[in-house]
Every structure is written in C-alpha cells, then in structure tokens.
C-alpha cells in the first residue's frame, strides 16, 4: 500500500514524460496474442484513454490472430503461414475481414467509448486509408502491401481529439480486399503521421535471445543488431514482421520503438509515462 506521500510522488515523476509527449501521436499495435484476457484488455483500453486524456494522441491498430484461427477452425480451415504472414485465399479473407473489422475492431471501440473514451473505429477501406496491391498473388494469395496510407481520416479524427481504431485490411483500385499485416500497418501509420512512439504489445516478455529460455530478454538492440538476429534465426515467426516494422519506424524518424509485454498489466502506460518498460526498446543506434 503506498502511503499518502509515494502517491503524490508517482504523479510528480511522470510530468517529464507527460511534458515530452504532450500534443504527439503514439501508435500502439495491440497483439491478437493478447486480447483474449478480459481484464488485460481493460487495462490497455484504460491506458489508452489515459493518453488521451492528458493531451497525447493514441492511435490504435489492433491484430486478431487468434480469434480469426478460432473462426477458421469452426469452417474447417486450417491457418497457414509463412514467415509469421498468414497465407489468405479468398474464404480466410472473408474471414479475416469479418473477425477484424466486424468482431475485434468494434469490441475495442465499443470497450473504449463505455470507459469514457472517444474512439472511432477504421478498416483500411475507410477514408481510402490503405491502398493495396498483392505482395505474391501466387504464394500468399489475398496478402497484401501497402502501396498507401492516406492519413487525411486520421488527422481529422486526431485533431477532433478521437481515438483512431484501425483493423488491418486493404483494398485496390479494383475493390479487391487484403489482408494486411498489423505490425507493418502500424509501423506505416506512425511514419506517415510523424509518431514519437510505435509500441507493440505482445505475448511474450520481449524480443527474446533464446525462445525457450524467457529470462533472455534483450533490453534494448540496435537497428544493426536487429538484423543479425534475424539472419541467425534467433527472430523468427511473428516477430519477423515486428521487428521490421521498428527498424523501419525508426529509419523514418519514429523516435522510440518498442516491443513489450502485453500481458504484464498496464505495461503501455509504464513504458510512455515512467523510465520502466516491460521488453525491448529498438534503437536507431546503441551509443557504447
Ligand atoms: N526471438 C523471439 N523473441 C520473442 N518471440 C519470438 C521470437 N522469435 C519468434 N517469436 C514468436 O513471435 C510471436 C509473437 O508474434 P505473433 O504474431 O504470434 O503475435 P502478435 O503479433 O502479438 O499477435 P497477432 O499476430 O495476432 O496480432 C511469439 O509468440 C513468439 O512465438
Ligand atoms: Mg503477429
């Protein structure tokens, strides 16, 4: 129990964090892997209207992994992926749009506005928000690149201080629907808006040097190091993608980078607003 003097001290040590951030755009990845506990899930929506309510702008782009295998299996279809990429042909698209866009994406704006927040939530299609065109029509089907990201729809919504719910679906020219990867989008997003943070929240306690062993979490590695860990194999899977959304993030001129532990309660808010983060923070480079 914190005595009446460590409460106000709490508070007092996050001004400098609150003044860093004050008026720029966060962007958080909310993992699929994490969703499925109710009360993590609370706190990251609690979070989240925090930053809203202290005058920085969250925006949120969330995954769905789990849930859209749970709606495969009931179809029978059995999920393929390579390199952490879900391979998608046209009836796993038409699930992977109606569990994200129809399922998780209004949950989590649905969750948000009944805590008092004020979240509007997207797919890529609306706004034209993500153009896309087939990263390998012939190996990944309906998966799709950015071509795109016409940020005007979230501007608006930013500068009317509402909080952007993204699910991760694109479409061309044609009308054609993809399946975007969340990690990439949002990594994308925060380049085209000028973010200050790109954070990913995910199952595991950070970006790990040996999988099995989760005490070997690296605290933080350079864009340099990044990719020698994924030429040796020790990234692999779904944090391919992550990783190369923060080294692209922070190429762009994303100041901070993070993947961290998304089932650690209130991770979010600890690593915007306190020295203490719960992963690996990714740095444009290490200074030794
Ligand atoms: N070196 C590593 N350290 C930590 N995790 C790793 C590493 N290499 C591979 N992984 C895998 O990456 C996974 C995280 O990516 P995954 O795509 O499963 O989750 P997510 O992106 O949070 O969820 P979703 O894809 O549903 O949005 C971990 O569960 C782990 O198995
Ligand atoms: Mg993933």
């Not at 990845?29 to 994490?34: D, E, F, L, M, N």
């Not at 995954?63 to 390199?83: A, D, M, Q, T, V």
């Not at 099995?212 to 690296?218: E, R």
Request: charge should be positive; proline fraction near 3%; include cysteine.
């Amino acid at each position: 129990m914190l005595s009446k003097h460590e409460r106000t001290n709490v508070l007092i040590e996050a001004l400098p964090y609150i003044k860093r951030s004050l008026g720029h755009i966060i962007v958080v990845k909310y993992g699929g892997s994490v969703m499925l506990n109710d009360s993590l899930k609370q706190n990251v929506v609690d979070d989240i209207i925090f930053f809203s309510c202290i005058g920085l702008y969250p925006i949120l782009v969330h995954g769905g992994g789990s849930k859209i295998n749970f709606w495969l299996s009931k179809l029978h279809i059995e999920p393929i992926f390579r390199n952490g990429i879900r391979i998608t042909n046209n009836v796993t698209m038409e699930v992977v749009e109606m569990v994200l866009t129809g399922k998780i994406n209004k949950e989590l704006v649905t969750l948000i506005n009944i805590n008092g927040g004020n979240a509007v939530g997207l797919s890529g299609k609306d706004g034209s928000l993500i153009l896309s065109q087939p990263l390998d029509i012939e190996k990944m089907g309906f998966v799709g690149n950015i071509v795109n990201v016409n940020t005007k729809i979230l501007s608006l919504l930013i500068s009317n201080f509402y909080i952007p719910v993204i699910a991760s679906i694109g479409y061309d020219q044609h009308g054609q629907t993809y399946n975007i990867n969340a990690d990439l989008l949002a990594s994308r997003i925060a380049v085209a808006l000028n973010a200050e943070k790109l954070i990913f929240l995910t199952d595991m306690p950070g970006i790990l040097l040996d999988i099995n062993n989760l005490a070997t979490v690296i605290q933080t590695l350079d864009v340099n190091e990044a990719s020698q860990l994924e030429k040796k194999g020790i990234i692999s899977g779904g944090m391919i993608p992550k990783v190369h959304s923060c080294v692209n993030a922070l190429k762009h001129g994303v100041a901070f980078a993070y993947v961290i532990d998304g089932r650690v309660p209130h991770a979010l808010l600890s690593t915007v607003l306190t020295k203490n983060y719960y992963g690996s923070m990714l740095l444009s480079r290490k200074t030794r």
